[in-house]
């Protein structure tokens, strides 16, 4: 299928000061969007148009029930101004495994791979050139139907929005404090916990709000059978460093399977360190910390990268790790990462995806 471009004759102006991006703010001249009609042979009209408010009919089943599914991914400027994506295979391939989970058609993902690369080659002015800063690429899919009863949809939307973010660490690496959430659940095995859809944002947002009215930045979700085995951190993946063992949890269905989690597995392996895949529970967490052998914590996706974890709380039990300063295999990790996806470091993984 060919990709068609019409180009805006419109453009807008580009944010003059890129320390103030923020994240999620501010869109492209541009957007990648393609049509599922069941009657029409599936996915068909894959193309590039100005960027443009979508209309839908009120009824639109993504109104409804909640029949979408969504990506993120960045593209990096390099000091030599080339423009690389991390591992852009991998969302597109996670798409997938989210549709297959929400009854959405399979995308087509050598299309979609060229879709997001003539998109960003396309918008290759947005993304942005001060340390740190990148192009969000925010792939998703909506089911379209214009009917209130519940079945899996037959028309649907695939679209990627781009929106240029400004560096996530302003000053450093600044470790955040995070609530073990004992109250609410975010996901069971059995339910929707891996496939990356808003539903289980919605489902996050009490639990998020209360820890941030606490002070904390975000919640650490157990798991919803037990209510003791910790999962991951609202759109974090997490890891515990110990003397001798890098412990994160092992996918069951129920968490998130990032691709930042995956890239750290293999570079600390690669490093020579000892990770495990394998449940976890927060008293063993304690019983670590108690003992003086919780070393470091840190959390992984693809908006902070590698996010130290300065403080835990579990009930009344406040746990301060590496007395709130970032430790030495999370900053390791996190100048690997960065220094692979901003192209400072040989990419010896094949990681990167090179933009024309
Ligand atoms: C996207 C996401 C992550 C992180 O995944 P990455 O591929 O590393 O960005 C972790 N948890 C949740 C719930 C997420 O939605």
Redesign the pocket.
Known sequence: MEIKVTLTTNPKTKPSDESKLGFGAIFTDHMFIMNYDEDLGGWHDPRIVPYAPIALDPSAMCFHYGQEVFE??KAYRTQDDRILMFRPE??LK?LNASNERLCIPKIDEQLCLEGLKKLVSIEKDWVPHLDGTSLYLRPFIIATDPHLGVHPAKNLLYVVICSPVGAYYAEGLNPVKIYVETNYV?AVRGGMGFA?TGG??AASLKAQDEANSLNYSQVLWLDGVHRKYIE??????IFFVTDDEIITPKLEGS???????KSSIELLRSMGYNVSERRLSIDEVCDLYDKGKLKEVFG????AVVSPVGELKYDDKIMVINNSLIGDISQKLYDTLTGIQWGKISDNFNWTTEVK
């Open positions: 993120g991914l991998e969302n996670r975010r990356k289980n944002y991951e951190v609202g759109a974090m993946n968490i998130l399977p990032g691709i930042t989690r992984t996706g693809t908006a």
